[in-house]
Structure formats: structure tokens, C-alpha cells
């Protein structure tokens, strides 16, 4: 879900800065909780990894769920070329 509103709200990569928050908060908490590396880099993938499917699936789904939103407020090309034209 986080991925999921990255990818609605940001407009630019912001995966990589979020993923390089997260590692560094989930290996500091693994490792002084006592955690092996191991583990560590477990909870890594298992936390990291929906963020970006959230993230990837949004971007490639956005597209096309606004697509047909501008196809119905869009006007008829001879109306909008009749508005542009000066008027003797």
C-alpha cells in the first residue's frame, strides 16, 4: 500500500531514497535487537519488496485508469480548431 501511494503521489523516483531509509531502519533495528545478518536481510526483502511491487504496479496501472477520464472531458477537435480561429 505504501508503494501503491509513492507511485500515485510522486511523480519522480522516490523508490530509491524510500528503500534506502527502510534498509538502514530495519538493519539498525535487526541488528540491536540481536538478529543475525541473515535475518536482517530477510525482514529487508519481506519489507521492501511489496513496497516496490506497490510502486511498479501503480506506475504501469495510473495510465491507463486516467485515460479514460481525459477521453470523456475531451472536446471534438473541429469545436476546439472553431474557438481557435480569430473572428473577422
Known sequence: MIG??????????ILLPVILVVAVVVVTVALLSG???TQ??????????PIQLGYVCT????PYAFASESKKSDEPPAAHSARTQPSP
Not at 40 to 49: D, F, G, N, P, R
Request: charged share 15%.
Open 59 to 62: 506506475a504501469l496501472v495510473l
Open 40 to 49: 536482517a536481510v530477510m525482514w529487508l526483502l519481506a519489507i521492501s519488496l
Open 4 to 13: 501503491m501511494i509513492l507511485g500515485i503521489r510522486f511523480r519522480f523516483i
Open 35 to 37: 538478529d543475525e545478518a
